[in-house]
């Protein structure tokens, strides 16, 4: 069935995530007309920690703490299950884990507050530009047509590749995760790294209120992470029955190059837009960062105080791709001896300041990498 458009709009939005969130309540704030169109019909449990520097409520004019729901004030990490390190973190870095779907939904009810359309049930299957605007149908027919486009549609997202913007060709890490009731041994305020078990990645517990998010994560390599044999033995060590949960299986698209995110009056921000880090699984805040930086350029643009987006492209490859570049050499060199990165790297007195310090945007991986790199290298041999 085909439908026929409706008005020009001046912003559609592929996908009500933290990336597509954030973009939607600048833009509606701005006073764009912006229609959000997302194909989940309700609310469901999404495959993330929900781990969060608390820096990035200053993107933000209203607060995003309704979806707190810990302050982070201690790490434990393990190898193996053994071998403990218990950081305390720095209090001026402060640590958050959000429930996930309650951030989405917060971004999406600030958007709507601010203006802006939210459609649910709506799986987007073609965009394409005709003459001076785009073209965006559903599967069931629907179509609308709009001044500009933001894909923001996750780690699925075949537009990149057919519009030619983002990465051309994908990495992915492979990942599970499971969401737990109660919180077994893991206290209020505590995060578990394990290092050790997982080949080539890591697995963690992040606290809830009343519920905790473990996930296992493989980075580099042919992932055969083999995470039910991760989860049959982490489970125990936290209290927990060793199959007990519902897993989900993903796939988590990670940066792996410097590329354009923009196009003719389209923006791909999020994991659409390949941003997460590959070394520690960090998605949430480059989303939250892309989704607002490709609001204010957008806002530009369509005011005609910007003549293309390539600004959006720019600022996103200096505030987040150059400390990503030296995230993943880091992340390949860890995750190809990763009992030596343990010993050399996370035993350090320094490593959670500086783990904290990366995490909430004080510091990038280029400010640690030469050290790090020719520490793990120069110790190999
Ligand atoms: C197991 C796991 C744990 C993680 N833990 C953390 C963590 O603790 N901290 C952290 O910072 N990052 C974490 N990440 C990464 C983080 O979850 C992602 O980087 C983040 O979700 C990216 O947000 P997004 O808005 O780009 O994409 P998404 O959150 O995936 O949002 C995309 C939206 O688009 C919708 N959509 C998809 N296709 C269509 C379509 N065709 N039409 C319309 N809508 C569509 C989807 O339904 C979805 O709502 C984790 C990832 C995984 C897999």
Redesign the pocket.
């Known amino acids: 069935m085909n439908q026929s458009t409706d008005r020009l709009r001046d912003v559609l939005i592929?996908?009500?995530?933290?990336?597509?969130?954030?973009a939607a309540a600048h833009l509606s704030a701005a006073g764009h007309d912006v229609l959000v169109?997302?194909?989940?019909p309700e609310e469901?449990i999404?495959?993330?920690?929900?781990?969060?520097?608390a820096s990035v409520q200053q993107w933000f004019p209203f607060s995003l703490e309704p979806a707190v729901e810990q302050v982070i004030r201690r790490v434990d990490f393990s190898w193996c299950l053994e071998d403990p390190v218990v950081a305390e973190l720095p209090g001026e870095a402060p640590f958050w884990?959000v429930r996930?779907e309650r951030l989405?939904r917060l971004l999406a009810e600030q958007a709507i507050q601010a203006g802006a359309e939210h459609m649910v049930d709506?799986?987007?299957?073609d965009v394409s530009r005709h003459s001076d605007n785009w073209e965006v149908t559903?599967?069931d027919g629907r179509r609308w047509r709009s001044r500009a486009v933001v894909i923001?549609?996750?780690?699925?997202?075949?537009w990149p590749q057919q519009l030619g913007i983002g990465a051309r060709k994908v990495q992915t890490?492979s990942?599970?995760?499971v969401r737990l009731e109660g919180q077994g041994t893991l206290e209020d305020g505590t995060t578990r790294f394990e290092f050790g078990l997982v080949k080539q990645g890591f697995a963690?517990a992040?606290p809830l209120a009343g519920g905790v998010?473990i996930?296992?994560?493989s980075f580099i390599g042919n992932q055969d992470a083999d995470p039910e044999s991760v989860l049959a033995k982490l489970l125990p060590d936290l209290g927990f029955e060793p199959d007990a949960g519902m897993r989900?299986r993903?796939?988590?698209?990670v940066w792996n190059g410097h590329h354009r995110l923009d196009g003719d009056g389209i923006v791909v921000?999020?994991?659409?837009?390949s941003?997460?880090?590959p070394f520690?699984?960090?998605?949430?805040?480059?989303?939250?960062m892309?989704?607002c930086e490709a609001a204010q350029h957008l806002d530009g643009w369509l005011k005609g105080e910007q003549r293309d987006l390539r600004a959006y492209s720019r600022a996103m490859r200096m505030r987040w791709g150059d400390s990503m570049a030296w995230g993943r050499r880091i992340a390949q060199a860890f995750y190809r001896f990763p009992g030596v990165g343990y010993q050399l790297g996370i035993k350090r007195p320094t490593a959670p300041r500086r783990i904290a310090q990366i995490?909430s945007g004080e510091m990038g991986y280029g400010d640690i990498a030469q050290r790090v790199i020719k520490r793990l290298l120069l110790q190999r041999g």
Not at 250 to 253: F, H, M, N
Not at 280 to 288: D, K, V
């Open positions: 592929i996908g009500s995530g933290a990336a597509g969130g954030a169109l997302e194909r989940d469901r999404k495959p993330c920690g929900g781990g969060m520097a884990i996930r989405d709506v799986e987007v299957s559903a599967k923001a549609d996750g780690s699925s997202s075949p890490a990942t599970m995760s963690w992040f998010n996930g296992v994560g989900q993903g796939q988590l698209r921000v999020g994991d659409a837009a941003l997460c880090d520690l699984a960090e998605g949430l805040r480059p989303a939250l892309s989704g995490l």
